[in-house]
């Protein structure tokens, strides 16, 4: 789902581990993170060849964000289970408006300027034209980013949902650069904190394997089947599925 | 979106990461999937000669092999990052080399300090 609805799966996935799989919310949050890696490196490894990923200023975010990350996963370990499952709750409900949000930010226009020392250019067939942009605002967007990263190390997401807007509004770089670029920044932010969600002996070897062979696989046929479902009714019905989820975290998370 | 050189990255750079991203997650599904299925077999009682011969002639258990699997997954990205910063070395692109090189650490950091 995550093409259409342009966030990733962990916000999904760990739902569903809780309350299907009934793991605890720590082991989910690791088995969360080691399938962003495996769908960001797949997805990475096609971006990254047809050159949309942005992979200088990428790598430059990713100072930043990798630091976040750690904070993020240490401050699991000391949080207990109920705070996570809150927080989890109200970034579901985050992540939902943003999902309604971005589809006005794939609508901005976009506008051709000098690439510099961390800019891009890519063809886009679409506008049938060479896209060329600049980065600005590098030192805002990497404040930004170690938010990203502290969010992705607490709660198991990507943290794409904050990294690609951020890209697109203040750094001015295309959806699409955009998307591609925080796909592959993901992988890192995840890595960074799965390590120390593995030395807390909290990656279930059995249950993290089966997740990352079934999204993996899942991505590989969503890319075929789900060009063909009209998006917006899906992104509405998501949307809904989201506030459903959100409103069962959080009053697990108040439950005493 | 059609392949076109970016402005200031040589195509040797860009191959060098999406080979080692490919390889890594093909590498370790192959462990993961090879584990899962070993680990069927056996709750099924389904250890036919081959398998058998497998675990008992290699030495190797299901679980040593989603644990590889989930390892060689994890150091995906860290191998992904010593490579941009390779690429960046051969490009003579030396402040990239120098990012690179930071976020290469910052995750051994991650690592090796063992941060619980």
């Known amino acids: 789902m995550s093409p259409i609805l342009g966030i990733g799966g962990g916000v999904f996935l760990i739902p569903f581990l809780l309350f299907v799989i009934k793991i605890p919310i720590h082991q989910a949050i690791a088995t969360s993170l080691v399938t962003v890696i495996a769908t960001s490196s797949a997805a990475a490894s096609v971006n990254v060849g047809r050159q949309l990923a942005n992979i200088p200023l990428g790598m430059t975010l990713e100072l930043t964000t990798t630091i976040g990350a750690i ?4 401050t699991a370990g000391l949080l207990q289970a109920q705070v996570l499952h809150l927080l989890f709750g109200i970034l579901l409900v ?5 999902m309604m949000l971005r589809l006005s930010v794939a609508d901005l226009p976009i506008t051709s300027s000098s690439p510099g020392a961390l800019g891009g250019r890519y063809y886009d067939p679409l506008l049938g034209c060479q896209v060329s942009y600049g980065v600005r605002r590098l030192p805002l967007a990497m404040a930004i980013s170690l938010l990203a990263g502290n969010i992705s190390g607490l709660l198991g997401v990507g943290g794409g949902v904050i990294k690609v807007p951020a890209l697109t509004l203040i750094c001015g770089i295309p959806i699409k650069a955009a998307t591609a670029t925080s796909n592959f920044m993901i992988g890192v932010t995840a890595v960074a904190s799965a390590f120390i969600y ?3 002996g909290q990656v279930e070897p059995v249950v993290t394997a089966a997740t990352v062979l079934g999204v993996l696989a899942g991505s590989a046929l969503g890319t075929r089947v789900l060009p063909q479902i009209k998006s917006r009714w899906i992104v509405l019905l998501f949307f809904i599925v989201l506030l459903v989820l959100a409103t069962e975290m959080m009053m697990k998370g108040l439950k005493r | 979106m059609i392949n ?3 402005p200031h990255l040589k ?3 860009t191959l060098l990461i999406q080979k080692t991203l490919l390889y890594g997650v093909v590498l370790s599904s192959i462990f993961l999937a090879s584990g899962i299925a ?4 056996h709750r099924k009682n389904l250890v036919w000669e081959h398998l058998w011969l497998f675990r008992h002639g290699i030495g ?3 679980r040593d092999l989603l644990q590889w699997g989930l390892l060689i997954l994890m150091f995906t990205p860290v191998v992904r990052v010593l490579m941009a910063s ?3 070395a051969l490009d003579k692109r030396w402040r990239f080399v120098a990012v690179s090189l930071g976020v290469l650490m910052i995750l051994m950091l991650s690592f090796f300090s063992n941060i619980k």
């Open chain 1, 71 to 74: 904070l993020g996963g240490v």
């Open chain 1, 94 to 98: 985050i992540v939902a408006i943003f």
């Open chain 1, 198 to 200: 593995y030395a807390r």
């Open chain 2, 4 to 6: 076109q050189p970016e």
């Open chain 2, 11 to 13: 195509k040797f750079t």
């Open chain 2, 38 to 41: 070993l680990l069927l077999a």
């Open chain 2, 60 to 62: 190797v258990e299901p």
């Open chain 2, 86 to 88: 390779i690429g960046f």
